[in-house]
Each structure stands twice: as structure tokens, then as C-alpha cells.
């Protein structure tokens, strides 16, 4: 389980940009130099920039009476670049007049992001990530073409980083909405392409992979509790780029870029639009989502190495080393020491299973079977989800 923000120096929220230099600042601008990631595969001259091979050197001519060179021959060819046969330039030109930068102003000075826009039942609505927005006295949203607009907050839910703004005032014409598609599909391997505002420079594009599928982070604003089900990219991201659009190679939005890896290439994450789409009618309609599900236990991943210290005749799952007094584990029976291997005889093989099952496929209220190793043991345990507190 990966750790974000102040729970660990690995992982850090990206999307903040901030004026005024504090020490949080400091350590965020230190890291994000670095936080780059891949450059892109390898091809004629690098396909840098998504550049053509320089010219191919023609044979020389031959040498004239006097000695003077001859004649040289130089060809030139293009290099189209495509994503599953799309024309990479044709899906920014597509989705660049729907993202927007976000600004916000803090106490301590001012953030920015980025954020799409999306179709809501014929109602306008930015969304973008609340780690963006969290704390700001004021915000504002820019379109592409410049023209500013106040914001102001619709909904938020800190348990997977989302947020819906609205925004004040500003014509029909404005809104470009993007289109939203299941993530449920994606395959690691599948292109992936980034649009936002990195370091403030406006509608930026980068592309990469979708490198895995099921990860699990931790922010500061989410207490402390998974946010689960992350698609990990290879796609450059970097500050600024937070709360931005995360799409296939058709131009659909499938994630919402999120984090990075400090000091790392290639390694950062996205909320996938599976979330998106649960969640924002609750953050439209009510201003908060309610439908985390709660265990009531802390635990860590099994190893082979932990099998063999603490005795334990599996390798693989989610040893519980707390159990939460009055939580609904604690009513259904688990102890610590318990490793739940299974949910509803789907595997858990460690913690981002285990999050990422509750996350898609649970409510509060849910009666789930838990199959635990308890000693040489295996018993199957019904438990009823509780809300997140």
C-alpha cells in the first residue's frame, strides 16, 4: 500500500503549485524536479517531441573535372504518431477546450490545477480532484481561451480525492464537456494520455501506458483510509496536472490524474472513472458521497517472510494486527492475527485487493463472507459493512 503526502516521503499529492514558499512548499518543489516520468520510446531520431527523423543522407555525386563535390540527394519523411490507429493530435484537438485550469487562494497564499468538464444530467460541472481545492478561501476557473470565471465547490469526497465545482457566470459557449467511459475495460498496456496545466503551462498533453490496475494510495485528507482501485501510468505527470483528465485513445475520459512517485520516472496514479461516475450524482445532488464501506481493522500484506516468522500457513493476503473495539469486525468475530484470503470467494491476495473489492463492489449495510486462516483453520465469517466514521 502505497503512502501519499505526509504519511510517507514516497509519495506525494501532485497538482499544487504554490506561490508562497512554506516548508511544505519547499519539499514539494524539491521533489517534483525530479518527479518526471518517461521519456518516450525509442525510435528514429527518439520520436522526441513527437518529432520526424531527421533527413536520410543521399549518396554523393561524383567528383567533377576540377575536383569540386557533386551533387547530394537528401529525402525526407514524416512520422505520424497514432494511439490504437487514433491520430494522437486529433484526440488533443478533441478534449484540449474541455480541461480547464483551476485557482485557488489560500490563506497562506494560492494553488492551481487542472479539471475537465463534464455533462451532468444538462448540468455544467467542473470536476477535478479535492486536494486541489481543499482549504481555499476563493477560486476561479479558466477556459481555454482564457476567459475567468469564479468557482465555488459543489461537492467533495476526501476518501477518493474528487471534487465537483460550478462555475459562476460564464456563457454556454464555454462549456466543451468531455466524455466519461467505464474503466472497468482498461488493460495494462493500454495507451494512456494526460491534458492539463503542469507547472502552470496551460493545456500541456503527454502520453504513456496504463502500467497497472488495482493500486492503492494514502492522502493526508482521507484520515488515514485507502483510497482504492488507482490506475498507475507512465504518462508524465507533474504539479499542476492534478485534478486533469486521464484518456483512452478514443479522446473518453478514464481516470483522474492524482499522484506521483517523488523522485521517480514513470510512476504516477489516476482515480478511475468507475469512481467518477458513482460518485458524482451524490457530490451534485448532496454535496458528499456516503458509500465507503468499513472493516474496522488495520493490518499489513502477507510475505513469505512474514509466513515464516509469525508461523502462518499462507503466503498471500491481509494479516489483521488491529481489530477497532465496536467495529463491524470486531462484531462479526475476526481477532488479530486473522489473514482474510478471501471475499465473497474472490481471493484477496493483499491490502489493494482488499481495498479495491470493498471500493467496487460494496456498500455500508453489504453482508460480505469472510474466509480468514486462523491457525491451521480456515473458517468463513459473515460480516456486515459499516460507514467509514
Not at 140 to 163: E, H, I, K, Q, R
Not at 176 to 197: E, K
Not at 332 to 342: F, L, P, R, T
Request: charged share 10%; aromatic share 6%.
Amino acid at each position: 500500500m502505497s503512502q501519499v503526502k505526509g504519511i510517507s516521503k514516497s509519495i506525494f499529492v501532485i497538482g499544487l503549485v504554490i506561490a508562497v514558499a512554506t516548508s511544505s512548499v519547499i519539499s514539494i518543489l524539491a521533489s517534483m524536479q525530479f518527479a518526471r516520468g518517461p521519456q518516450g520510446p525509442q525510435g528514429p531520431q527518439g520520436l522526441q517531441g513527437l518529432q520526424g527523423p531527421q533527413g536520410v543522407q543521399g549518396p554523393k555525386g561524383d567528383k567533377g573535372e576540377s575536383g569540386a563535390p557533386g551533387n547530394q540527394t537528401v529525402v525526407y519523411q514524416n512520422v505520424t504518431v497514432y494511439e490504437n490507429r487514433t491520430l494522437v493530435s486529433e484526440v488533443y484537438q478533441k478534449v484540449r477546450d474541455s480541461v480547464v485550469l483551476i485557482r485557488g487562494t489560500l490563506s497562506s497564499g494560492t494553488v492551481q490545477g487542472s479539471g475537465f468538464i463534464y455533462n451532468y444530467s444538462g448540468y455544467m460541472i467542473v470536476i477535478t480532484n479535492n486536494h486541489v481545492v481543499q482549504g481555499s478561501l476563493s477560486l476561479s476557473v479558466t477556459f481555454s481561451d482564457g476567459d475567468g470565471y469564479a468557482a465555488v465547490v459543489n461537492g467533495t469526497d476526501p476518501y477518493s480525492d474528487l471534487a465537483v465545482l460550478t462555475v459562476v457566470g460564464a456563457n454556454e459557449s464555454e462549456f466543451r464537456p468531455v466524455s466519461i467511459v467505464s474503466s472497468s475495460t482498461l488493460r495494462v498496456g493500454d495507451p494512456a494520455i494526460v491534458i492539463g496545466n503542469p507547472f502552470g503551462l496551460v493545456g500541456s498533453m503527454a502520453t504513456g501506458i496504463i502500467s497497472a490496475l488495482g493500486r492503492t494510495i494514502t492522502e493526508d485528507d482521507a484520515g488515514g483510509f485507502p483510497i482504492a482501485n488507482i490506475i498507475q501510468t507512465s504518462t508524465p505527470i507533474n504539479p499542476g496536472n492534478s485534478g486533469g483528465p486521464l484518456l483512452n485513445s478514443d479522446g473518453y475520459v478514464v481516470g483522474i490524474t492524482t499522484a506521483i512517485v517523488a523522485d521517480s520516472q514513470g510512476l504516477g496514479f489516476a482515480i478511475p472513472s468507475t469512481t467518477i461516475l458513482r460518485e458524482v450524482p451524490s457530490l451534485v445532488e448532496y454535496g458528499s458521497y456516503g458509500g465507503h464501506s468499513y472493516l474496522g481493522v488495520m493490518g499489513e500484506d502477507m510475505s513469505y517472510e512474514l509466513a515464516q516468522s509469525s508461523n502462518i500457513p499462507v503466503t498471500y493476503g491481509w494479516h489483521i494486527v488491529n481489530v477497532v473495539a465496536g467495529g463491524p469486525a470486531a462484531k462479526a468475530g475476526v481477532q488479530s492475527g486473522d489473514v482474510i484470503i478471501a471475499m465473497n470467494r474472490t481471493r484477496i491476495i493483499n491490502g489493494d485487493n482488499l481495498s479495491s473489492y470493498l471500493e467496487e463492489n460494496t456498500l455500508p449495510g453489504d453482508v460480505i463472507i469472510l474466509k480468514i486462516v486462523r491457525g491451521s483453520l480456515t473458517p468463513e465469517i459473515p460480516l456486515t459493512l459499516g460507514t467509514r466514521p
